[in-house]
């Protein structure tokens, strides 16, 4: 059992949070139409749904917060982020937007319209809708590792190049509008991707004159794997690693939310100045977020995101984040839980389908266990699993995802050890009792474009 890294931050500002029983937890639930995301969030104790703007910023970014600049035009603020984006990223063209999805609206229709396609390591819920949005449609390439849970490779999170290669051959060059690197992989359970496997990529790329994108939401997170997995990098700084990355990239996409420590914000980078898509972002972001000095963020969220950028990339930071993830897996496989193993940057995917091999994927295992965490502990997590990937656009048959997941992915300096070992205390109890369990759920109602945020339930064994 490793020994835990002790938080390197203390606590200065408290958020009570409140105890609930099992008798509570169920009906909380049931009135939610067994959806996480219609719960009340002061009904779940450790709030694992998502990493994202659930973060909690630092004493230097709220003191920040107070010199930002709130001028409609030209304000300081924006060119104190941009100045530190530019620095650690290397793009001439930098857009804040709102969040990571701004981004995606704002850059996608840029190379993607009806006929064409986007090929991904895997793409995460948000990017494959906008991909969709623009008519487009999307194509995978992720490395065969990832699908098996228990192989302990090293960048789960890697492009099949080959397969990319094959696939840009199937469907024409023509069709191919662009390649999008996620970084750290989290469809595939937060996973990295090595450098090398970015060169790879980008020289494929390159090959066809097919542009590259990062959606690069956990850029710090992967490099920190990187400088520790990778023989090369083992010597270079955080932001080399990162230089390196975004060198081989013609733009990227970025939510803020998470490696930036932002409770709002997100990022859109164009490598060149003169790219012609830098003209079409900034009236984008006229028409859509807002003036391109602000792009739909105040002043103050300017400079949180300009020093949450430079603190994400801290190493000591970064250790204690992935060795609190190691944390977790190790006592997992004490436990002999199955998990997308190694443990990911941001969070645990636990293997629903290993707890469940009873429940078919139409019936979600990732949504069940989900259901089942919170019930336990009143730790709140979702599914990234055939529930999340929803209907094929075309046919509106049940998509079947590679892995059927439950996510817990961590807010970044928000709980302490002791919440770990609560949340290990609940897996461990749901894991006891998962022979009980013989079918899932079934969907009451759901909307149309990303339905697990919103859709309804009913367990199919009827209400218990
Ligand atoms: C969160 C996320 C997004 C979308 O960003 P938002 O800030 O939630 O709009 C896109 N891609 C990845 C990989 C993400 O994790």
Redesign the pocket.
């Known amino acids: 059992m490793p020994r835990f890294i002790p938080e390197p931050y203390r606590i200065k500002m408290v958020e009570p949070i409140k105890p609930t029983t099992r008798g509570e937890r169920e009906a909380y639930i049931r009135e939610a139409g067994y959806s996480l995301f219609r719960l009340r969030a002061e009904d779940v104790y450790v709030d694992a749904l998502t990493d994202?703007g659930t973060n909690a910023m630092s004493d230097a970014q709220w003191s920040a917060m107070l010199r930002g600049d709130e001028a409609y035009a030209g304000g300081r603020s924006y060119f104190r982020l941009v100045d530190t984006a530019r620095d650690i990223f290397g793009h001439a063209f930098i857009q804040p937007v709102h969040?990571?999805?701004a981004a995606e609206k704002l850059l996608l229709p840029l190379y993607l319209k009806p006929g064409k396609y986007a090929i991904a390591n895997l793409f995460?819920d948000?990017?494959r809708a906008h991909v969709e949005l623009a008519g487009a449609r999307c194509l995978e390439a992720c490395c065969p590792e990832a699908a098996d849970t228990k192989s302990r490779a090293p960048f789960k999170g890697n492009m099949d190049v080959a397969r990319l290669e094959q696939l840009i051959l199937e469907h024409g060059v023509d069709s191919i509008g662009l390649v999008v690197m996620?970084i750290t992989n989290?469809s595939a359970g937060g996973q990295p991707v090595s450098l090398q496997n970015m060169r790879n990529t980008a020289a494929v790329c390159r090959k066809y004159g097919i542009p590259l994108c990062i959606?690069a939401?956990?850029y710090a997170e992967n490099a920190m794997f990187v400088k520790l997995r990778e023989a090369e990098c083992a010597g270079w700084t955080l932001r080399d690693i990162t230089r390196a990355f975004f060198d081989l990239a013609d733009c990227f996409t970025m939510?803020a939310?998470?490696d930036a420590i932002v409770n709002m914000g997100?990022l859109l980078g164009i490598k060149r100045a003169d790219a012609p898509q830098v003209q079409l972002v900034k009236a984008g972001c006229i028409s859509y977020e807002g003036f391109y000095t602000y792009g739909g963020l105040n002043g103050r969220d300017l400079e949180a995101l300009a020093a949450g950028l430079v603190e994400g990339l801290d190493e000591h930071w970064l250790r204690y984040r992935l060795g609190t993830m190691e944390y977790l897996g190790a006592r997992l496989d004490e436990l002999g839980i199955p998990y997308q193993a190694p443990a990911g940057g941001h969070g645990i995917f636990l293997d629903a389908t290993g707890f469940y091999p009873q429940i078919p994927y139409h019936q979600f295992p990732g949504q069940v266990l989900a259901v089942e965490l919170y019930k336990a502990c009143g730790l709140r997590g979702c599914d990234i699993g055939s529930y999340m990937m929803g209907n094929d656009p075309d046919t509106g048959k049940q998509l079947r995802a590679i892995n059927e997941f439950t996510r817990l992915a961590f807010p970044r300096r928000v709980y302490t050890q002791s919440h770990y070992d609560l949340v290990l205390e609940g897996i461990e109890q749901v894991w006891q009792e998962r022979q009980a369990l013989h079918s899932g759920y079934k969907i009451t109602w759901e909307p149309p474009i990303l339905r697990h945020f919103q859709a309804s339930l009913a367990p199919v064994a009827g209400e218990g």
Request: charged share 30%; no cysteine; aromatic share 6%.
């Open positions: 994202s969040q990571g999805r995460f948000t990017t996620t989290n959606d939401a956990r939510s939310k998470k997100g």
